[in-house]
Each structure stands twice: as C-alpha cells, then as structure tokens.
C-alpha cells in the first residue's frame, strides 16, 4: 500500500499542469487594443499556456455577433505560427469563446 501511494505521488509530481490564459475582447476592439492584446496572446502560447480568447456583449451589442466572429477568426489567423485553434469560436450566452493551445516547442 505505501509502496503504492509513492509511485502515486511520483506520477503526479510529474505530471503536467496545464494552465489557461484569457484575453477578453469587445466586438468593437478597436486596432491598438487588439494588437496589444494580440501580443500578450503570443507571449502567453510561447510560454506554453493555452489561451482562452473570448468576446463579452454586454447590453445591446449582442447584436454584432459577426464582429465577435471575425475578431476571433482573425486572432486565430494570426497566432497559427504559435499555436493551433482548438475549440472554434462558439457563442455560449453572452460570451463567444474560442480556445488556442501551443504548438509544441523542440
């Protein structure tokens, strides 16, 4: 039994940890601001986190859903030399979330 708690421990001490970055957007984000934000995103998949992008409607803006959707699309885009698009953006309430995980470094 004690034998068998060690290896246990063992493993899990070895295991990965992953961790998830977010990066929330508006869908009206203006240039600056997505860059800026595009820039922590690149840092965040070169240190080896995935990345949770998201777009927040609050109010009305519900209604740019296509803004939300290209915003995203265009992120995706940009960050395929640091990472892959793993969940493609999809609306749950009032957030359209999208999810990158790093390419693997060797």
């Known amino acids: 039994m004690y034998e ?3 290896r246990e421990k063992a493993l899990k001490s070895k295991a990965t940890k ?3 970055k977010e990066i929330r957007f ?9 860059e800026f934000k595009k820039k922590h ?3 965040f998949l070169q ?7 998201y777009v927040f409607f609050k ?3 519900i209604v740019f859903k296509e803004q939300g959707q290209i915003l ?6 940009e960050l395929e030399d ?7 953006p999809k609306l749950e309430g009032k957030r359209m979330i999208m999810f990158i995980a790093p390419k693997k470094t060797k």
């Open 59 to 61: 109010g009305r803006s």
């Open 47 to 53: 240190d080896g986190a995935k990345l949770k992008a």
């Open 4 to 6: 068998q708690k060690k």
């Open 18 to 20: 992953v961790i998830v």
């Open 82 to 88: 640091y990472g892959k698009v793993e969940q493609m």
């Open 26 to 34: 508006g869908p009206q984000t203006d240039e600056h601001d997505y």
């Open 72 to 77: 995203l699309l265009k992120l995706a885009q």
């Open 41 to 43: 995103a690149i840092k």
